[in-house]
């Protein structure tokens, strides 16, 4: 097996025509911080979109760990081990916040189908365990206070923090995580920043869209820039970062972003 | 410690079981329908309440379970007891073959869908196509239950019956809402996409809702067809499934309390009022229509955050 955990390869991925990819490639390695930047309305959700199933891309490949998953349903990409947050937040608004994170556990939890019915004590001890993981990452995520509270009633940086939680649940290889610091303030932010560090520690691979370009650039091993679907620029940090290239993009842009 | 929600419970729970010593035997026979609509309530709540499916055939399940036993006693002979069994499978096997093709569909698609199953459903008992259903009268004669020589004949067996049939049940939401099959249902309910990100196959709970949806709905068969020892095809049809649809969404979807008084309202008040004729029905539907202006999430909301107590230490 190649050092790459993903390749994406050649993809492009069109809505009614008008291209949203565009012939895009990139290679993440195991364990690394991959950012992904580039002006509103880039095709870098639709990407993300591309390798959690969400989206079939027209061409092109996409390799986990060698093997093919272009074309995959999203539950089984969760289950390989890519899990994800939201642009958009999706949490299960009206659950709590521990119910909430027990999603991420579905994956990982061996209840037999005649469970739903019957429990037994193999359930008792299964249950129990996938609680305490989920306490655990309370724990992590300074959630265990809101336990019980609806994750829709809370503020959009704890909201973005129970979406980390939930994916993490999962034990993912890879996490994906679109925009996580959108709607944050400059103290949330740097805690966000802590946090990836920490979950990079535990051996998760991630693949990171952001446009705070602080933190991508201090988190990022390695960056992918794309405009109108496609790459205008890759290296590390300090190389993407005074690419002409790549300043022309946003100037030509509009750089505030609606976070929609 | 015991919260207000368990009081009511109890008090729910005996004043039930003495029930049968303080009415008459027309307001005996109302208990028992009560508590077998209750059931069939609650199987079509782990359907449309928990997974999220609109699904209004839930008649046809209720009236594959009572076909099922009356057919198996009556043409065939078989004691009621040796029914119960194939009173539960042969609903769950339809579920699962008639469902298998529409759950992928949208909400309202999947809706005329199910609506569509429960007319055939009726068409074909009507039509008595295997010579098995007896037509538009139905089937007559559907013995009591019988255990070693003891009869279960009068009205109060029946409830009592109807009454542990009912504790089944709640024993097995109780059981679904703890475990990762119940959590499923409410994931994909409250968002597919998110659910499904999470690993969690769409496909495989919504059909795993339908299957003991109707397994549960056929038991509550049996009983009703013994109950009233006949069954016949308008006890099942389209009009049944849009009462036990409307019971869920006016008591409250996936609240247990919530099923409970919608079946209350929905059948046990028009009894009340049965000396108004079918002026009562004008109250109940202003009834709906009020709920869902009022109380869209039902009388009895379901409430979330039902998590283990070592978890809850550090919640202000
Ligand atoms: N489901 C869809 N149908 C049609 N067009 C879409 C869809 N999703 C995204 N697009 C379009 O694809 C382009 C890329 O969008 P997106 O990936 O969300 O950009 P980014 O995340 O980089 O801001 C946009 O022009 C957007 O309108
Ligand atoms: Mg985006």
Redesign the pocket.
């Known amino acids: 097996m190649s050092e790459y955990i993903l390749e994406i390869k050649n993809v492009s991925k069109f809505?009614?025509g008008l291209v949203?990819i565009n012939n895009l490639s990139m290679k993440v390695k195991k364990g690394q911080i991959y950012g992904i930047i580039?002006p509103?309305?880039?095709?870098?959700?639709?990407l993300f979109n591309c390798i959690t199933g969400i989206y079939t891309p027209e061409e092109g490949q996409i390799l986990w760990k060698g093997k093919e998953i272009k074309g995959t349903t999203p539950y089984k990409i969760a289950e390989l081990g890519i899990l994800r947050t939201f642009?958009t937040i999706r949490l299960f608004a009206e659950m709590s916040v521990a119910e909430n994170i027990m999603s991420g556990r579905h994956i990982k939890s061996k209840q037999k189908w005649y469970n739903g019915i019957i429990h037994t004590p193999a359930y008792f001890k299964d249950e129990k365990e996938n609680w305490l993981k989920v306490g655990e990452l309370m724990e992590f995520f300074s959630l265990s206070e809101y336990a019980t509270t609806p994750a829709g009633d809370l503020s959009y940086g704890i909201q973005r923090r129970i979406e980390m939680a939930r994916a993490l649940a999962a034990e993912p290889e890879l996490l994906i995580l679109d925009e996580p610091a959108a709607g944050l303030n400059e103290n949330e932010t740097i805690e966000l920043t802590k946090m990836i560090r920490k979950i990079q520690a535990m051996g998760v691979t991630i693949m990171m869209?952001e446009h705070d370009m602080e933190m991508v650039m201090s988190l990022s091993e390695y960056i992918t820039v794309i405009n109108f679907g496609a790459k205008i620029s890759a290296g590390i940090p300090s190389f993407v970062q005074d690419d002409p290239v790549v300043i022309e993009a946003y100037i030509g842009s509009d750089e505030e972003d609606d976070h929609a | 410690m015991m919260n207000k929600t368990s009081m009511i419970a109890i008090a729910l729970l005996i004043f039930m079981g003495f029930y049968p010593l303080f009415v008459d035997s027309a307001w005996l026979a109302v208990g028992t329908t009560f508590l077998v609509f209750s059931v069939v309530a609650f199987s079509q709540d782990i359907i449309l309440g928990r997974a999220g499916v609109f699904h209004m055939g839930h008649a046809m399940f209720f009236g594959l379970g009572a076909y099922t036993t009356a057919i198996l006693n009556v043409q065939f002979g078989w004691p009621i007891l040796a029914t119960w069994a194939p009173s539960v499978l042969v609903p769950m096997f339809f579920a699962f073959i008639l469902a298998g093709p529409i759950i992928h569909l949208r909400g309202d698609y999947l809706l005329v869908a199910t609506i569509g199953f429960n007319i055939i459903f009726i068409q074909i008992l009507e039509n008595d196509i295997f010579g098995l259903t007896g037509g538009p009268n139905g089937i007559f004669g559907i013995d009591i239950v019988r255990v070693f020589g003891i009869e279960f004949a009068s009205g109060t067996y029946m409830y009592y019956m109807a009454f542990i049939l009912l504790g089944i049940a709640l024993f097995i939401m109780r059981n679904l809402d703890r475990s990762k099959f119940g959590r499923a249902m409410f994931y994909i309910n409250k968002d597919e996409i998110a659910a499904q990100s999470m690993g969690i196959s769409i496909r495989y709970y919504k059909l795993y809702a339908f299957v003991v949806g109707a397994g549960i709905a056929g038991a509550a068969g049996s009983m009703f067809s013994v109950q009233y020892s006949a069954v016949s095809p308008e006890a099942f049809n389209v009009t049944q499934s849009i009462m036990f649809f409307t019971i869920v969404l006016v008591g409250g979807s996936a609240s247990l309390p919530g099923v409970l008084i919608g079946t209350f309202i929905m059948f046990v008040l028009p009894e009340v009022f049965r000396e108004f004729a079918t002026a009562r029905y004008l109250v109940f539907g202003l009834a709906m229509i009020l709920t869902m202006i009022l109380r869209p999430r039902g009388i009895w909301p379901v409430r979330f955050g039902n998590i283990p107590s070592y978890l809850k230490k550090d919640v202000k």
């Open positions: 809505f009614h949203a580039g509103n309305g880039a095709g870098k959700t639709t642009q869209i």
